[in-house]
């Protein structure tokens, strides 16, 4: 059964996602960046460029002819296939529709109130469905 995690409370999404991909990739994890639309897509795919002088993070946006090769996609579509299903971070404010398909969901939640409530949705229709949760609240220790 999928595992979900709650990440809220966090500043910077973008940011945050790319962090995660980059602590997956050290791993050799393959994950899917879900961005809620194409115009956070695009902006996280130079992202993943500029995070950091020193690392490589390999990525392509879904429907590159290297997505298969590639550990990393980005995408803003939950309706196509895509060449592996370990590990989702979902950016959007909506639940993926091929969610179930991944061992693993990270749900990034932002300081945003609306982000926020439709989070807490999320988490309520999950926990319903009995998926196994874990909340982390970023700024807590």
Same mark, same amino acid.
């Given at each position: ?11 910077d999404k973008l940011s945050y996602?790319?962090?995660l991909a980059r602590k997956a ?21 130079d992202a993943l460029w500029t ?20 550990? *990393? %996609?980005? #995408? +803003?579509?939950? @309706?196509? !296939? ?25 749900? *990034? %939640?932002? #300081? +945003?109130?609306? @982000?926020? !409530? ?24």
């Amino acid at each position: 059964m999928t595992r979900i995690d709650f990440h809220t409370n966090i500043p910077d999404k973008l940011s945050y996602a790319c962090r995660l991909a980059r602590k997956a990739w050290s791993t050799r994890a393959k994950v899917v960046l879900l961005a809620e639309d194409a115009a956070q897509a695009a902006a996280l795919n130079d992202a993943l460029w500029t995070l950091s002088e020193t690392d490589f993070i390999p990525h392509v946006l879904a429907g590159d002819p290297l997505a298969e090769q590639t550990p *990393i %996609i980005v #995408t +803003d579509r939950d @309706d196509v !296939a895509l060449p592996h299903y370990e590990m989702l971070v979902n950016l959007t404010r909506r639940t993926p529709g091929m969610f179930s398909q991944f061992t693993r969901v990270f749900e *990034i %939640i932002s #300081t +945003d109130e609306q @982000d926020a !409530a439709a989070g807490r949705q999320r988490y309520v229709a999950y926990k319903k469905q009995s998926y196994p949760l874990t909340h982390f609240v970023a700024g807590q220790s």
